[in-house]
């Protein structure tokens, strides 16, 4: 099916574990985003990426690392998981082409527990 | 001070009512405005984009003041359905694709 998808869904992971969370889009993108959202802060984005080998950093990317060898695919590594890093991840995507609503389109999120 | 700006609520509003949310932002050089709504544990999704004339959708209004900095939303004729986490959302400008998440207003619709 077209759209955006996250996985896993759900992920438990110890303290200093690497983890990788994946994100893929059907719908050739250019631009895509990894964001967290914690209670009391609500979205912040971790690092972004324009094109195929084009990231760059967000408001809070320590700890986090991003690839992008395929348009469609943008997954999140956390190399050494921390407590803080506990939260709900989600990617999102958008075309390069402007239309009337040209807002980001996200996917439904991966659920991470540090313990 | 954030970059955008919301009061989280609760607001608890009866069906049928009017309702209002207001948010500010902070860079007079954003150029681009959006309204998200998000359901408990679900995913953000575009509600509608704010417009310098304004524009309506529907029972929903978006407004926008450059001047003032401020974004508004009005939903008439409450449901039920329209319970949701609103998001104030603003781009800074058209060379940057990044958009800036203000942390919500929380509305309770009540039978």
């Known amino acids: 099916d077209a759209g955006i998808t996250q996985s896993p869904r759900y992920k438990i992971t110890e303290t200093g574990r690497q983890v990788t969370l994946m994100c893929h889009q059907t719908?050739?993108?250019?631009?895509m985003f990894w964001y967290r959202q914690d209670l009391g802060h609500g979205l912040r984005l971790i690092y972004y990426?324009?094109?195929?080998?084009?990231?760059d950093k967000g408001e809070v990317p320590d700890g986090y690392v991003v690839s992008r060898s395929k348009t469609e695919n943008f997954p999140l590594t956390l190399e050494s998981a921390t407590r803080s890093q506990t939260s709900v991840y989600f990617c999102?995507?958008?075309?390069?082409?402007?239309?009337?609503?040209?807002?980001?389109?996200f996917g439904s999120g991966t659920r991470l527990t540090v313990v | 001070r954030k970059e955008v700006e919301q009061d989280p609520g609760p607001f608890n509003v009866p069906e049928g009512a009017t309702v209002a949310f207001n948010c500010t932002y902070s860079?007079?050089?954003?150029?681009?405005f959006f309204w998200y709504r998000q359901d408990c544990r679900k995913e953000p999704k575009l509600l509608m984009s704010v417009y310098s004339s304004g524009n309506e959708d529907g029972r929903f209004t978006a407004q926008l003041n450059r001047a003032s900095q401020y974004i508004s939303l009005l939903i008439r004729d409450s449901k039920l359905s329209d319970s949701a986490t609103y998001l104030c959302?603003?781009?800074?400008?058209?060379?940057?694709?990044?958009?800036?998440f203000g942390t919500g207003t929380r509305l309770t619709i009540i039978p």
């Open positions: 999102a995507s958008r075309s390069r082409d402007r239309g009337e609503n040209y807002g980001y389109t």
């Open positions: 719908w050739s993108h250019s631009y």
């Open positions: 959302v603003v781009g800074s400008n058209f060379g940057n694709e990044k958009l800036t």
């Open positions: 860079n007079s050089a954003s150029q681009s």
């Open positions: 990426s324009a094109a195929a080998d084009i990231t």
